[in-house]
């Protein structure tokens, strides 16, 4: 219809609008050109018309135009729908026409203005739309008289609609901060107007006009909203939610802002904190309540969810600071009647249940049963974002903790619901939510709720002031800490997805940090009994990680046949411990990154954009792909995860920022040639974003499995720390190490280098070094030979964990030095620990083998060693002469224990033949002049003189 010649629908009704018919036929002319505005093609033409029509007189003609006089225009005279407003609407108090100007403007604002709008007869620019939206709809609405109370609130709701959605697309700029000129003979010199949302937010961020009758609105609509004996418009409720969402937006882009506004000089420009205007004394009440009023919000259960939701995201903007948020508890806690609504609304939230399917794809807040999951993960992102930060704060408040300043919030003692007067709190509604959950399948239907669950009890387990209260009410009252490792480990197939292609979805990777916040806290409860000597809580968990699940007495395997990779470890039982079932959750495998296939973008500029646009807080982003020339992209920004430390400190890219930077890139593109080729372009935007998003993807899959295992080598380093003070014999905790190192070198062997792979080797280290202390130690159960009876038993399990170790030392790549470092200090560990016990001098001897033990040991030792041929000890010799300082001294001792074990002094003639003995002796005199700068009195670095000692320790092979 819009293309049709003979019709020309909206130049028509533009037309019909300039004629002197009735007002209700404006009104519904202009709700249908807000109809066509939804195209994006039409809007971009429409603004050019809209303009030349002058409903709103952005201009001072002399001659007045056909369809000004109809709106009122004479002469000079300001007209239009202005006019329309004023002396007609105002005195009948009915707006169908206002409205109906403020529908359109709505659907237009979709499609950013040109910047050139009204070039030629003012000053270019959208500010005389904004000023009428600002100045004369919402800072104005409730001075006028309605016929129709519902109406009022109507107008104010599409005021802000159109100043919100401004602001929302708003993206700070330098050039928004260096003023501008725009120059004509016909109107000389006149300063070009900022952007509609630099202009909005520098309002709200400074006690204006604007910001006031927002703090007002927010303040009346809750008095309305929260009076059960008055019925709530739907009208109310919006324009309540978008004052609140303009708040909540400022906050978003304040830290950018005013970030700008320091790096600019000579603006001009004043601001204040956001936070800090929202402090300001109310007029109503007389107290600096505002930020009170935003809580009380997220209480109003029987209302819109979005207003809740709102609410406790301006209350996480606001605790970020932690004067405001110390200020906002004293004030909740100066009215008991205010703190126990506030606590109650909160459990509320959290414990309201909701029919209907949870969106795992697109739009999370698309559906109800959506923004009530948001209001719960939001709650528990303000618990833990606030858990550290000086008492009094929202975190102690929401979770029973005391908060008077009479007492210390250490002293608290939290008690179940009811018991010595205790109210229900938030730390009860997380309990409830994740003890319902082990029945119900709440750790998979709903999983990134979990996980914050548990993130938060980790928070309060590991915090200064809060750990013993917590640690005590967790292990006393609930049993939490052994009824929740007996439902480890978690299932991630269970939310597998037909179309993953191999890597884990959002839901799987949030079961896997749930299952890491478990473990981290688990870890903390068995060191801090085990500190206290708490033997019987500690000797629970260790038992539940440790015990066979089939016969506690059952014998290790110990059948090895080195013909086969898989037969080295089969001295395993087919059941497995908790502790090894808990590694079986992690994915070893290295993800495939997916690729670029470019035809009009660089492949190297792609990068260096991607890496521009890397994000340090995660950002959800769902992309659903459609046509080339449309995308469908949602996104949501949430504080859940901070990305810092290991693989997550970079990677993870900020698709919306993208998004932005390679639109800019093809509204860049001229020429006839360009225009025919922004079709394929947009393709290829298309294209680029599916790659970022599956490469999202897998860096949270890799992230998930590395944050999975750091905390399961937490949790093993203090269950093996805390087995002797449990009364664990040592056979249980040689078998167990056995267990795990051999469980280690088999996740990794036969597959290519990962980002574990270093966690792993250093985990694998550390347990040699337990298991070398342990086999050291003599046991109470040996007989007067020296022999208890179990030593022939570790002998083919040994000889198993070193081939393990030296087939990954030679898969290892050499530019992972890290992982190469603790395989080899790994298999010297193991060398000294079979090391001959009559070699031993200066040291006790273990009695856990015999001498014909010994010799077995050895021999299958050499065996092994040498099954790898030159290629192993080409590997090692090289790593001798030519790594780095710590790495040489690890192949030197490495070297000389060899050496050492080798009688047929095979390796001492490899070594020589090769060059390696020479080039050893030379590098002495190659580094003489280091060492001699060794003797100065303040010596740079002493690398050089631990490197000479390590030559001349294995100097014996020379």
Not at 191 to 197: E, F, R, S
Not at 244 to 271: C, P, V, W, Y
Not at 327 to 338: E, F, G, M, P, Y
Not at 507 to 515: N, P
Request: charge should be negative; proline fraction near 4%.
């Amino acid at each position: 219809m819009y293309e049709n010649q003979s019709w020309l629908p909206v130049a028509s009704l533009f037309g019909l609008v300039g004629c002197p018919v009735p007002r209700e036929l404006k009104a519904d002319v202009l709700e249908t050109l807000a109809v066509f505005a939804r195209t994006p093609e039409i809007a971009a033409s429409m603004w050019h018309t809209l303009e030349v029509a002058q409903i709103l007189t952005t201009s001072h003609s002399k001659v007045p135009t056909h369809d000004s006089r109809a709106f009122g225009h004479h002469g000079n005279q300001d007209g239009g729908i202005q006019v329309e407003l004023d002396e007609l609407e105002s005195q009948i108090e009915e707006y169908c026409l206002t409205r109906a100007f403020l529908s359109l403007l709505n659907a237009l604002i979709d499609v950013p203005p040109p910047p050139g709008l009204g070039t030629g007869h003012r000053v270019p620019g959208f500010d005389p739309y904004l000023e009428f939206v600002r100045d004369n709809m919402f800072l104005k609405f409730d001075s006028r008289g309605y016929r129709n109370a519902e109406e009022k609130w109507q107008v104010a709701s599409l005021a802000l609609e159109i100043l919100h959605k401004l602001l929302l697309s708003y993206e700070v700029s330098p050039e928004d901060f260096v003023n501008q000129y725009y120059d004509t003979p016909e109107m000389g010199g006149a300063m070009v107007p900022k952007q509609p949302g630099h202009t909005l937010l520098l309002h709200m961020l400074n006690d204006s006009k604007l910001l006031r009758k927002i703090r007002s609105v927010i303040d009346t609509a809750y008095l309305h909203l929260s009076d059960p004996g008055t019925t709530s418009s739907e009208a109310l409720a919006h324009t309540a939610l978008l004052c609140l969402k303009m708040l909540e937006t400022a906050f978003s882009k304040e830290s950018s802002f005013l970030d700008q506004l320091r790096n600019t000089h000579d603006h001009g420009i004043i601001t204040s904190p956001l936070n800090e205007l929202l402090g300001s004394i109310n007029s109503r009440t007389g107290k600096a309540d505002f930020i009170v009023t935003i809580a009380r919000y997220a209480t109003l259960t029987e209302c819109s969810p979005e207003l809740s939701l709102t609410a406790v995201q301006i209350l996480t903007w606001v605790c970020q600071s932690h004067l405001s948020g110390s200020q906002t508890v004293n004030h909740i806690l100066s009215d008991k009647d205010v703190c126990s609504e506030i606590l109650q609304g909160f459990v509320e939230q959290l414990e309201m249940e909701v029919e209907g399917q949870l969106p795992t794809e697109g739009d999370p807040l698309s559906s109800v049963a959506g923004v009530h999951q948001a209001v719960k993960l939001g709650i528990l992102t303000l618990l833990s974002l606030c858990v550290d930060h000086p008492p009094p704060n929202i975190t102690h408040l929401l979770l029973g903790y005391e908060t008077s300043s009479e007492k210390s919030v250490s002293d608290t003692n939290l008690q179940d619901p009811g018991v010595m007067g205790a109210p229900r709190t938030c730390l009860h509604s997380i309990l409830s939510l994740l003890e319902h959950g082990q029945d119900s399948g709440c750790h998979y239907s709903n999983p990134k709720l979990a996980e914050l669950c548990y993130k938060v009890i980790y928070q309060l387990c590991v915090s200064r002031h809060l750990s013993t209260p917590t640690l005590r009410y967790l292990r006393s009252n609930h049993e939490f800490f052994s009824s929740q490792l007996s439902k480890l480990p978690l299932n991630v197939s269970i939310l597998q997805d037909e179309n993953d292609e191999g890597v884990l979805n959002s839901q799987q990777v949030a079961v896997l940090h749930e299952e890491a916040w478990l473990i981290k806290t688990l870890a903390v409860e068995l060191r801090m009994t085990t500190l206290n000597h708490q033997r019987s809580h500690a000797q629970r968990i260790v038992n539940l990680l440790l015990n066979e699940p089939t016969n506690e007495n059952a014998e290790i395997d110990h059948t090895t046949d080195y013909g086969e990779q898989s037969s080295d470890f089969n001295f395993l039982h087919e059941k497995k411990r908790k502790i090894l079932l808990l590694l079986d959750s992690v994915d070893f495998s290295e993800k495939d990154t997916p690729i670029f296939d470019l035809q009009f973008f660089d492949q190297s500029a792609m990068e260096e954009a991607i890496k521009s646009c890397e994000a340090k807080v995660k950002i959800y982003v769902s992309y659903t792909p459609t046509h080339a020339h449309t995308h469908t992209i949602t996104y949501t920004r949430t504080l859940t995860h901070t990305l810092t430390g290991g693989v997550s400190g970079g990677g993870y890219t900020d698709v919306k920022a993208l998004h932005r930077l390679l639109m800019m890139e093809l509204n860049m593109l001229q020429g006839t040639g360009a225009a025919g080729q922004r079709q394929s372009v947009l393709e290829e935007i298309h294209e680029i974003l599916v790659v970022v998003v599956m490469r999202n993807r897998v860096f949270d899959c890799n992230h998930g499995n590395s944050e999975l295992f750091e905390s399961w080598r937490q949790l093993v380093e203090v269950a093996l720390h805390s087995l002797g003070q449990v009364g664990v014999k040592s056979e249980v905790k040689v078998a167990v190490l056995f267990e795990l190192i051999q469980d280690l070198l088999l996740k990794v062997s036969g597959s290519d280098s990962s980002e574990l792979t270093s966690s792993v080797q250093g985990v694998v280290l550390m347990l040699l070094s337990h298991l070398r202390q342990t086999l050291a130690t003599p046991t109470e159960n040996q007989d007067a030979d020296g022999s208890d009876g179990l030593s022939s038993l570790y002998v083919g399990p040994l000889h198993a964990i070193l081939k393990g170790l030296v087939d990954n030392l030679l898969r290892s790549p050499s530019s992972n030095q890290k992982a190469r470092a603790y395989l080899s200090g790994a298999l010297l560990y193991y060398l000294v620990l079979t090391k001959r016990q009559k070699e031993r001098q200066g040291k006790q001897a273990s009695l856990w083998r015999t001498d014909k033990e010994e010799d077995t040991l050895s021999s299958g030792n050499l065996s092994v060693l040498s099954s790898f041929g030159e290629s192993f000890m080409d590997m090692v010799a090289k790593n001798a002469c030519s790594w780095h300082a710590v790495s040489r001294m690890l192949s030197l001792s490495l070297l000389d224990a060899i050496v050492a074990l080798d009688y047929p002094s095979v390796w001492l003639r490899f070594l020589s033949s090769k060059g390696y003995l020479q080039n050893l002796c030379a590098s002495v005199l190659w580094e003489d002049e280091a060492l001699v700068k060794m003797t100065t009195p303040t010596p740079e670095a002493l690398r050089a003189l631990y490197v000479y000692e390590s030559k001349m320790v294995g100097s014996s092979f020379n």
